[in-house]
């Protein structure tokens, strides 16, 4: 039975997280981040200092505001396979893959990660911000697909916590936890297992939204602080907040879902093509496929594309036009922006017309009312670091 029921019960008007008083406790910064009360940052470590220190060391996040579910049932990969573009059933037991689910008319309703968990469920977590949205649609598909005899049911996960370690320390310190003697190396980006952390059951995926190695590790309500502490005895972890994370992410190319992403935009537009399976492609059958497998291969007609541009001048941010330097005219809009920590340069990502989104474009964006120079990049602006093997 699927049902919205999670977060601890407060007086504050927004959820909290089993972590809530371990953020307070450790310097935690609260803020309301999709209807939960998250940590922007904490006081031992500026935005800036914080994303240094992930990129060179290992940062803890707490990620349990994310939608956790899972499927189970004979038609399960059928039914999940009629709302995403992924091609699931040819994923191996344990591996995982990014989606999207898509609406009829090819739009993006929300990005999502799924795995493979055993040979007779899924797990799938998606975003705390489109989590209402996403279960409406779930159950509305979910409804017809049972009546029709389908065996499948989705449910979602209300006793576990999700938290992410990120950076290229964060392999010996999840390694050291679970005493393992080859050092994870039999653990690949994209893969997850069920696990022992001194003890504590955890389900731990080897991924996260920076770009860099970690895992994103689904633990217990009664011992996410343990595990939390434990990690943190080692010197090479510290806490990290939200505002670091974007910074992060967009460095490494990452999309955020209602900036970068939204109901409007298709998996092609979005530089998303890949997750569309080959099989997919062939057969169709997602919301809004005639739409979507329209816009791939060669002379199909793609109205926009998403980019990475590094900017001149002042960071370009959310809403700021992005203009034809021929003319002037206005091509597209960023939809994300900041300075890269790492490069020491303006970083942004957006949309142009298609004709505008080759690297090495030459364009200009409009800031507060003065135009800047900007060259359409190739993404990600920092490489990924994920392992491989």
């Known amino acids: 039975m699927l049902a919205l029921k999670r977060g601890f019960a407060t007086a504050s008007k927004f959820s909290r997280t089993s972590l809530y008083d371990f953020h307070v406790r450790n310097g935690g910064k609260m803020v309301e981040f999709a209807g939960w009360d998250m940590p922007v940052q904490y006081s031992d470590l500026g935005v800036l200092a914080s994303h240094e220190w992930t990129r060179k ?17 004979k ?31 090819g739009g993006i ?40 005899g389908g065996d499948v049911d989705v449910k979602v996960i209300e006793d576990m916590s999700l938290v992410a370690i ?14 393992s003697k080859n050092g994870l190396s039999d653990f690949k980006f994209m893969s997850a297992r069920q696990m022992e952390l001194k003890g ?55 999309c955020l879902y209602g ?33 979507i497998l329209s816009q791939i291969g060669k002379g199909a007609i793609v109205p926009r594309r998403r980019i990475g541009l590094l900017v001149q001048g002042a960071p370009a941010r959310e809403h700021v036009e992005i203009l034809n330097p021929a003319d002037g005219s206005v091509i597209g809009n960023v939809t994300s922006g900041c300075p890269s920590p790492v490069l020491k340069k303006n970083v942004a990502m957006g949309y ?29 602006f920092v490489e990924h670091q994920y392992y491989r093997g």
């Open 259 to 291: 900036h970068d992403l939204d109901e409007t935009i298709t998996p092609v537009e979005g530089a998303l093509t890949w997750t569309i399976g080959q099989r997919r492609r062939a057969e169709g059958g997602f919301p809004g496929s005639a739409k």
């Open 200 to 254: 504590i059951p955890v389900y731990i995926s080897r991924c996260g939204y920076t770009g860099e190695d970690g895992f994103e590790i689904s633990v217990p309500h009664t011992e996410a602080v343990n595990l939390s502490n434990l990690i943190l005895e080692s010197p090479d972890a510290k806490l990290a907040g939200l505002a670091v994370r974007d910074s992060l992410r967009l460095e490494a190319g990452l």
């Open 166 to 179: 990120q950076g290229p320390k964060a392999v010996g310190i999840i390694s050291a936890l679970a005493g």
């Open 109 to 148: 309703i929300d990005d999502t990660v799924i795995n493979k968990r055993s040979a007779d469920s899924l797990y799938v977590v998606s975003n705390a911000g489109c989590a209402e949205k996403d279960l409406k649609h779930i159950r509305s598909r979910l409804a017809d697909f049972q009546n029709k």
């Open 75 to 105: 038609d399960r990969i059928k039914f999940i396979e009629s709302l995403v573009v992924a091609d699931v059933d040819a994923l191996p037991v344990g591996s995982s893959t990014l989606s999207v689910f898509t609406n009829d008319n």
């Open 352 to 380: 142009v017309q298609s004709g505008f989104h080759k690297a090495g474009t030459e364009l200009q964006v409009r800031v507060r009312g003065k135009v800047q120079k900007a060259v359409v990049t190739k993404m990600p």
């Open 57 to 73: 060391n290992a940062s803890l996040f707490d990620v349990s505001h994310m939608l956790q579910t899972s499927w189970v049932g």
